[in-house]
């Protein structure tokens, strides 16, 4: 593994556990060359998936992307950092069992708004709006809405 500070190929593990969800190994390193430590993951990945966008473009798929606008959305919620692996650990997970080389954007995103939707309305929605890319104050409506119907809730 090379070094992120050096550059050099030359590190050692000096401790390796699984994540909370049990996904991935974390591992310290240390830098044989400069003394200065950092983290690793491993993860399985059973084959490289590719993410056919709405323009019909075809790009490979990112976990880091998808922690990433997860991250986003949950910025600044009482959710804990360890749930947006968690989360992208799921939607992974159900991507791999769909057995397809590419996936379509659009089942992503339905993914990520189902996990978001149990975690977190207020993340929900912000996903939701990004991705259904509302265009006026109507369809933050809507959504919350829907929310609140599938909660039970009258919204007011």
Do not use: H, W
Not at 85 to 103: F, M, T, W
Not at 129 to 135: A, D, E, G, I, Q
């Amino acid at each position: 593994m090379r070094c992120p500070y050096c550059g050099s190929l030359d590190t050692q593990v000096k401790d390796s556990r699984p994540t909370e969800d049990e996904t991935a190994i974390r591992r310290r390193r240390v830098c044989t060359n400069c003394d200065r430590r950092f983290t690793t993951f491993e993860r399985v990945q059973l084959r490289e998936l590719v993410v056919v966008k709405s323009s019909g473009r075809r790009v490979p798929f990112e976990r880091e992307k998808l922690e990433r606008s997860i991250e986003i959305a949950l910025r600044k919620r009482p959710v804990e950092a360890e749930q947006i692996g968690e989360i992208a650990s799921k939607v992974v997970r159900r991507l791999e069992g769909l057995n397809e080389p590419e996936v379509p954007s659009s089942v992503i995103g339905e993914y990520v708004m189902e996990e978001l939707k149990v975690v977190d309305d207020v993340a929900y929605v912000r996903f939701a709006s990004v991705y259904r890319n509302f265009r006026e104050a109507r369809d933050f409506e809507v959504a919350i809405a829907e929310l609140a119907n599938e909660n039970n809730i009258t919204p007011q």
